[in-house]
């Protein structure tokens, strides 16, 4: 037995975005608490040293899968590849995503729209998708979407990043419906802003205009959310689905 609670040990987990931010402290949760972990990114080399990195530091079984999350075949064939290299297929964690530029309507150009919305929102339901085929075999799974607090209230000059997260809490709870007569559990969370590489993507101002939206009064940690991931990841996460946890330093109001 793994000396962490919410023992995942024989448990096959995938995480998109897995090599960096919230995507990479939830990859390390997981191996830690006893899964075999495929790290999914469209870099193929970040892939490759993450996955090692995992293995040599947990002792964990890794795998590094270079695609584009965008791309049914590539989501189908990395897929396949999870289940007959790892053996199986129990946990998705869809990190993966872009926030697009900081811009008013008006300035935003609809390729700029499109673009964030078929990382953020068409390739979390791509991933879901491809996962239910193994998850529905063996009438067990778990699914946690990664959306935003931007998909509950909406961030200014961010619109195609809120549209994109608010469809992800909305899909997943479609979703967790879909499933809920069986074995797998489909969640979303809703981080607020948290202190990741993705912030390099964003105007200070806007960093300031969520940050001072936040009782707490600081960004959250990568670690803080993998830690509610890993719940939401176990067997023990039996009775909770199609729902969307908050971990916004009491931002969320709904």
């Known amino acids: 037995m793994n000396d962490v609670m919410f023992d995942l040990t024989g448990k096959v987990a995938v995480v998109t975005g897995g090599i960096r931010g919230i995507g990479l ?3 390390e949760r997981l191996c830690r608490a006893g899964a075999s972990v495929a790290v999914w990114d469209l870099d193929g080399d970040g892939c490759a040293t993450v996955a090692a990195q995992l293995a040599a530091d947990t002792g964990a079984k890794t795998l590094g899968c270079a695609l584009d999350v965008t791309s049914d075949e ?3 064939a990395a897929t396949d590849r999870v289940v007959a290299e790892l053996g199986g297929y129990d946990i998705l964690v869809c990190s993966a995503g872009i926030v697009g530029r900081n811009a008013f309507a008006w300035e935003t150009s609809a390729e700029e729209w499109r673009k964030v919305l078929d990382v953020n929102l068409t390739g979390v339901w791509l991933c879901n998708r491809e996962a239910l085929r193994p998850m529905r075999a ?3 799974g778990r699914i946690v979407n990664i959306a935003s607090i931007a998909g509950k209230e909406g961030n200014p000059k961010l619109g195609p990043y809120s549209a994109s997260k608010a469809g992800v809490i909305g899909m997943t709870k ?3 419906k879909e499933v809920a007569d069986t074995g797998i559990r489909v969640n979303s969370i809703a981080p607020a802003v948290i202190q990741t590489p993705m912030l390099d993507q964003v105007s200070q101002e806007t960093i300031d205009y969520m940050v001072s939206k936040i009782p707490v009064g600081r960004p959250g940690q990568p670690n803080e959310v993998a830690a509610l991931v890993h719940y939401l990841a176990s ?4 009775f909770a689905t199609g729902a969307c946890f ?3 330093g009491g931002r969320a109001t709904y």
């Not at 067997?235 to 039996?238: A, Q, T, V, Y």
């Open 235 to 238: 067997e023990e996460c039996g």
């Open 246 to 248: 908050d971990i916004s």
């Open 174 to 176: 479609s979703l967790g």
């Open 138 to 140: 063996q009438d067990y």
């Open 25 to 27: 402290a939830v990859s």
């Open 74 to 76: 590539q989501v189908a």
